[in-house]
């Protein structure tokens, strides 16, 4: 049975989105028995279009590459122009709302809403979003639960690395008494820079910027707040621990010197930005802040724009898990992997 997708928001990951779609959907019905169509798209800048029958994708991006809008789409028969987010919610004949939009992290918005409102009329929602996950978990999770539909947010944390199943799924069984992890690529590209290349933390930066890896404001990576975040989610998702933003003490890298990575190196160390949760006698402590590993730990090795996140587990053992923290492909794969799970009715 075909599943039928509502797009918000068109962006490089709905975009990414849609471009493995084109590639992988006779794959994805033949392996997976899975066969997602595209009924809606609707972008606050680019417009909007739905056809009940679905969209024709190829059409869709030829016209994206030439002007860039949605409204310059060819019309055909049975064609809706001009839907709002929250009409294409509402009206819309997909299964699942697929929720891409430029979300604020700090309030969560328009996604909280366009999930609240998504789940009251029944519809699935998988996001890539961090700030609705972050900020409002319980309350959201519930109200799913309530209507009876699935909420999926695996890229909300390490994109299309797994951070969020493997704890739920593979490791299932295990107490895990402490979690910690690179989780910004930005801030572990710029300290590798600084060691290996010997730049300054400015020169770090202005490299990072040039490359795309940092924003032209870089305050939520360098200053820890996309940290922070996701250490929220990870807190209450993995270990059910519902913690506060002011519960997490928080230190970003702009204060580290080239003095202090040499001093580090000459210990055997190495500094990365780490978030962290530990669990200890009913306690539990959360922090985002630099930190000095020995070069055995694995967290130590990973260089560049990775992330990664080790797991402490009382029957396994200390599980590591390494892969990209962000990317327009991989970004779009963790969509990917939500919906099948969603077809599959998995975590």
Not at 53 to 60: C, H, Q, S
Not at 152 to 164: I, K, N, Q, R, W
Not at 267 to 293: F, H, T, Y
Request: proline share 3%; with cysteine; hydrophobic share 40%.
């Amino acid at each position: 049975m075909t599943h039928k997708l509502a797009l918000l928001g068109f962006g490089g990951v709905g975009q990414g989105f849609v471009q493995i779609l084109r590639e992988k959907h006779e794959q994805l019905k033949e392996l997976y028995g899975c066969d997602f169509e595209v009924v809606s798209i609707s972008d606050l800048y680019k417009g909007s279009l739905h056809h009940s029958e679905g969209l024709n994708l190829d059409k869709v991006m030829e016209t994206i590459d030439q002007t860039g809008k949605l409204d310059d789409y060819p019309e055909e028969p049975g064609l809706v122009r001009g839907w709002s987010s929250e009409e294409t919610i509402g009206r819309t004949n997909a299964k699942t709302i697929v929720e891409m939009t430029f979300t604020d992290v700090k309030t969560g918005q328009p996604a909280i809403s366009h999930c609240q409102l998504a789940f009251d009329v029944g519809k699935n929602v998988v996001m890539t979003n961090k700030g609705p996950v972050a900020l409002l978990y319980n309350n959201l999770a519930d109200h799913a639960r309530r209507k009876g539909v699935r909420w999926l947010f695996e890229g909300a944390v390490m994109s299309g690395t797994p951070a969020l199943r493997m704890p739920l799924a593979a490791l299932v069984g295990n107490e895990i008494t402490s979690i910690k992890g690179i989780l910004n690529g930005t801030t572990n590209y710029m300290l590798t820079k600084m060691e290996d290349g010997g730049l300054s933390y400015e020169e770090a930066l202005k490299e990072a910027q040039e490359l795309g890896y940092a924003e032209a404001d870089p305050t939520s990576d360098v200053e820890g707040y996309d940290v922070m975040y996701k250490v929220l989610i990870l807190a209450e998702v993995v270990l059910g621990i519902p913690l506060q933003r002011d519960e997490i003490k928080r230190q970003g890298i702009s204060e580290i010197t080239l003095e202090q990575i040499s001093e580090a190196k000459a210990e055997g160390k190495r500094w990365k930005l780490l978030g962290k949760i530990e669990q200890n006698g009913g306690q539990i402590r959360a922090s985002v802040q630099p930190e000095k590993l020995d070069l055995s730990d694995p967290l130590a090795g990973v260089g560049g724009a990775t992330n990664a996140i080790t797991y402490e587990c009382d029957l396994s053992g200390p599980i590591t898990l390494v892969g990209a923290g962000a990317g327009i492909k991989e970004t779009g794969f963790a969509v990917l992997i939500d919906l099948i799970q969603l077809e599959r009715g998995q975590i």
